[in-house]
């Protein structure tokens, strides 16, 4: 198997962390995988809060829904980021949307959130994607403006719990040849 798919295997949802601080450079080499991320028409419609504060994380843990298995993992870990995306521009062409899914930037974003994900797996990071919580609250506490949707909250750090490997369909059983 190669590194990368290694990188891919192992990776998993951390929601616990220890107080260990994360050095700059590894900040900076997740951030920036998140810049390299494809987009549509390179639009690069994303934009990332990195809340480090305390209090911010605290104010964010009470949107998370209840009883989310993630909700500890917004004060505990040492850096959340929080992806925004610039509402009507990706899947938009001369301010009209040209797809049959509308906005585009939920995908965009996925994108930037799995080369984050991996890249801080890669560097010995833990990450949890989390998506259930009060979307408008947050986005208010983290003043993000009108133009942009605030899509996931992710908690970054080093993980002081591993969990085990999930079981996965085996590719038989999502695959269908030539057609559905």
């Known amino acids: 198997m190669s590194d ?12 616990s962390y220890e107080s260990k601080s994360i050095p700059d450079d590894h900040l900076n080499t997740v951030l920036e995988s998140i ?26 843990q009470e949107t998370i829904a209840p009883k989310n298995p993630a909700t500890k993992a917004i004060t505990s870990a040492p850096v959340v980021l ?28 996925g994108l930037a959130t799995q080369n984050l994900s991996l890249t801080a ?12 919580f009060d979307h408008d609250k947050a986005k208010e506490v983290l003043k993000v403006p ?8 992710i908690p970054l750090g080093y993980p002081a719990k591993i969990s085990k ?11 269908h040849d030539n057609f559905f």
């Open 82 to 109: 929080a992806l925004c995306g610039k509402l009507k521009t990706s899947g938009y062409y001369k301010d009209e949307v040209v797809t049959k899914f509308g906005e585009w930037f939920m995908f965009d974003l």
């Open 165 to 175: 490997t999930p079981k996965r369909k085996e590719i038989s059983e999502f695959i």
């Open 35 to 60: 810049r390299w991320a494809p987009s549509w028409a390179n639009t690069q419609c994303w934009d990332v809060v990195v809340v480090k504060d305390d209090t911010v994380k605290e104010k964010l």
């Open 4 to 15: 990368f798919m290694s990188i891919i295997k192992e990776r998993r949802s951390i929601r």
């Open 146 to 153: 009108d133009s942009h949707e605030l899509l996931v909250l």
């Open 121 to 132: 797996h890669h560097l010995g990071l833990g990450t949890v994607i989390v998506g259930l």
